[in-house]
């Protein structure tokens, strides 16, 4: 309830600031007594000045409005825009008359209609803003990767449409203004030299509180019906409120945006290739193919395991055999990326284990499950993740065929439901993605990713390089 409340005074009073283009010049600031003989005595006292712009209907002006009180008052330039081009209009300024059309008064909506039949030069009555405008500075950009999917056009509360920037799920935006927290202005990355205009996105907070806000309606919506409750069902519900708890906890970390920077790997410490995807999508053997042609360029990490060592194998080539506490206490120390068991023996990768291969500048490649995407991010090892996405369902049956495999339809298409679910849930933390079609081809642009590594930085987490 608060935080609806909230978004309501915060933005139920803004609106779009029209599709202007050009501002064409301005009038130095007009004396009380000059006004006077323009008949509008109203505003004796204040210092006015006149504003021409043309108004277009295709390119936005990039500037919104709010209400003060009785005032129509600039409430943003947007960066890139007309409006902040020719630098006549500015954030607090008044607007009193629009072609001699007094707007003190006017709800935003009223002006935003009464623009709309306006076209041709446009004479803006304006009372400058009174704020001390602080020297101009260059604003420094930030960095984010989006974790959300956003689309203004579906946002009952962007202060304007037309300026709202969309973007999807794992996009990296760069923000230059964040002036107003709820309202950042930004381009999207490669976006900044075909669109000058930067467009509106919710701000890290606000969009946290809507987060939240959907999280708790969709909780409460799951949560039974009915009152009656027995003795039984009174500790049914002291347990659920357990987990309700640890889910309000998780909601204090809703992922919104993270911040990001350039880093190009050094060239003796090579980043871990995380492959990723379901049973027979072909990562497996996209990992087998690369430890083959180049064995002195990549290598596996060696795993541990609690099972003892058959008659060939030696402690730390095959596996690093430990005892079991001595496994079980390093994985609740969160030393494994990943582990599992198989025949009553405990297995597991370990971050030393990649971080050996690292030191040993090499290339590290992982076979991992989504699970464990979070703790790999957490554990400095700066892992490069490749989604390795199945075909089509009956090109994914011609493929595993020439491998001799024979699956039914309805593996296929559990393979195929299972990518889309990780595409879903985990899509954001993927550097890149190919899509299995053609063994060669996959393999070939597998390798130029890796390459890529070499001569382009790559946006990873800031929290990484600190
Ligand atoms: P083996 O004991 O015959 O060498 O391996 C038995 C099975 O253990 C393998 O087929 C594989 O499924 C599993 N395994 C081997 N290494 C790892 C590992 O690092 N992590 C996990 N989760 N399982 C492993």
């Not at 609806?4 to 301005?26: D, I, K, N």
């Not at 990039?62 to 825009?81: E, F, I, L």
């Amino acid at each position: 309830m608060f935080v609806c409340m909230c978004v309501c005074v915060l933005f139920g009073v803004c609106v779009c600031a029209f599709m202007w283009q050009a501002l064409m010049q301005v009038h130095d600031s007009v004396a009380v007594q000059e006004k006077e003989e323009e008949n509008v005595t109203q505003y004796v006292g204040e210092t006015v000045k006149l504003v021409r712009l043309e108004k277009t209907r295709d390119t936005p002006l990039g500037a919104t409005v709010r209400n003060d009180m009785d005032s129509v008052v600039v409430s943003r330039v947007v960066k890139g825009g007309a409006a902040e081009r020719s630098g006549l209009l500015s954030e607090g300024d008044e607007i009193l008359e629009i072609n001699s059309v007094p707007v003190r008064g006017k709800h935003v909506n009223e002006v935003h209609d009464l623009l709309q039949q306006m076209h041709g030069t446009l004479t803006f009555l304006l009372i400058p803003s009174s704020q001390i405008k602080p020297a101009p500075h260059r604003q420094t950009v930030m960095h984010v990767r989006a974790y959300f999917d956003y689309d203004p056009s579906d946002d009952p509360f962007v202060p304007c449409r037309e300026l709202g920037l969309s973007f999807q799920k794992g996009d990296i935006l760069h923000v230059i203004s964040q002036d107003d927290p709820s309202w950042w202005q930004a381009y999207r990355d490669g976006d900044e030299d075909n669109q000058p205009l930067a467009g509106l996105v919710p701000g890290k907070s606000f969009q946290q509180q809507r987060e939240t806000l959907k999280k708790t309606i969709t909780d409460r919506s799951r949560e039974p019906q009915g009152k009656l409750w027995s003795a039984k069902k009174g500790k049914k519900q002291r347990k659920k409120s357990v987990s309700t708890f640890s889910k309000t906890t998780d909601l204090d970390d809703t992922l919104t945006y993270e911040e990001m920077s350039l880093y190009h790997q050094p060239a003796n410490r090579k980043r871990p290739i995380a492959l990723i995807g379901p049973t027979n999508s072909g990562h497996d053997e996209l990992r087998r193919r690369l430890l083959s042609i180049e064995p002195e360029k990549f290598a596996v990490a060696v795993p541990h395991t609690t099972r003892n060592p058959r008659i060939h194998e030696r402690n730390g080539r095959e596996y690093n055999f430990v005892s079991r506490p001595g496994f079980e206490s390093d994985m609740s120390a969160g030393k494994f990326i990943e582990s599992g068991e198989y025949e009553k023996n405990l297995y597991g990768t370990s971050t030393d284990s990649v971080r050996h291969i690292i030191n040993s500048g090499r290339i590290c490649l992982l076979c991992l499950h989504t699970r464990s995407l979070r703790v790999l991010r957490s554990s400095n090892l700066k892992p490069y993740v490749i989604f390795i996405a199945p075909p089509s369902q009956e090109r994914l049956r011609t493929l595993l065929a020439s491998e001799g495999k024979t699956p039914k339809p309805e593996e296929l298409k559990e393979v195929i439901e299972k990518a889309r679910e990780m595409e879903q849930n985990f899509g954001h933390f993927f550097d890149a993605t190919i899509v299995n079609t053609d063994p060669s081809q996959v393999f070939h642009e597998l390798r130029r990713l890796i390459e890529k590594l070499d001569t382009e930085p790559q946006w990873v987490p800031t929290s990484w390089l600190c």
